[in-house]
């Protein structure tokens, strides 16, 4: 039963990754290659190549994976090797072969508008594959390399990094500045929406309570949220006196609750809400669970 559980598990990862590379083929056709913007990637290197000499982005985009796959099989595993080559050839299909003989008119309007929603939609695409725990290859496995070597580095601003020598080439073969600045406009786009994605459902509120009635206080959120409550000893630093401090981490949709509660069993009580990027443990994501 496990393993039954484990092969759907992979098949809906699966599934998540190549609904993310659509929405990443889908902005990179009918958006970001028409505005003549590279912004970083391999897709981006794929489509200064097509403004240079013609060849299909998809096609080129999955020929400079190849030794990148082979970094990411030695370092990232076969379950991250088989998401990236299904993405990969996903792209490659998508971009080529289903969105180009369709003929759909792509958008020539305001490149502003152009780089924003492509931005949107390809940070939405990656941010869906990297939730899934993998990769649409190219300068990704590199993000992603930096993200396990560095924990503190956000993925979205880990890629930021990366693409930075994309957007000084892009300068180079469209010989615009104009091109490079609109890139680095779809890349500050891509970054947030992939970071709102993946971490998302992540965050939540961390609440310091101090109150005289810590108990009833406590009693209430174990009760009506079956929260967890940590008691801390603390003391006043003017007084001396020694109280307890009730610490609670919750979801975001749960502050409010403990607020009404808290308002009600002691209007007088001193509580501070800090937001909490990520959050993982018992009632949140597992902490062996990659992000």
């Known amino acids: ?130 939730y899934s725990a993998g990769s649409t290859g190219g300068t990704d496995i590199v993000s992603k390399l930096l993200h396990q070597r560095f924990p503190h580095i956000q993925l979205g601003r880990a890629m930021m990094m990366v693409d930075f020598v994309v957007i000084t080439a892009s300068v180079i073969v469209f010989r615009s500045i104009e091109a490079a600045l609109y890139g680095v406009i779809v890349i500050f786009a891509t970054s947030q929406l992939i970071d709102v994605v993946v971490y998302s459902s992540d965050r939540g509120k961390l609440l310091y309570i101090f109150s005289e009635h810590y108990e009833a206080i406590t009693k209430e959120i174990l009760d009506r949220l079956s929260r967890g409550v940590t008691l801390l000893h603390g003391e006043g630093g003017f007084t001396g006196e020694r109280k307890r401090v009730i610490l609670c981490a919750l979801r975001a949709s749960e502050y409010h609750q403990v607020k009404r509660i808290v308002r009600q069993l002691d209007p007088d009580a001193f509580m501070i809400a800090a937001d909490s990027t990520e959050t993982m443990g018992e009632g949140f994501k597992p902490v062996e669970q990659e992000s």
Not at 28 to 33: A, D, G, L, P
Not at 90 to 112: A, C, H, N, Q, W
């Open 1 to 130: 039963m496990k393993k039954y559980g484990s092969r759907l598990e992979l098949m809906f990862e699966g599934l998540m990754v190549v609904t993310g590379t659509a929405f990443l083929a889908f902005a990179t056709y009918y958006f970001i290659t028409p505005s003549s913007v590279a912004p970083g990637g391999v897709s981006g290197i794929a489509i200064l190549v097509n403004y240079c000499t013609g060849l299909p982005v998809g096609l080129v985009s999955a020929l400079i994976n190849v030794p990148l796959l082979v970094i990411g099989w030695r370092q990232l595993g076969r379950e991250f090797l088989w998401k990236t080559l299904l993405s990969v050839v996903s792209f490659t299909i998508f971009y080529d072969y289903v969105f180009t003989p369709l003929g759909l008119p792509v958008y020539t309007g305001e490149r502003l508008m152009a780089c924003l929603f492509g931005g949107v939609l390809t940070g939405t695409g990656l941010g869906i594959v990297f």
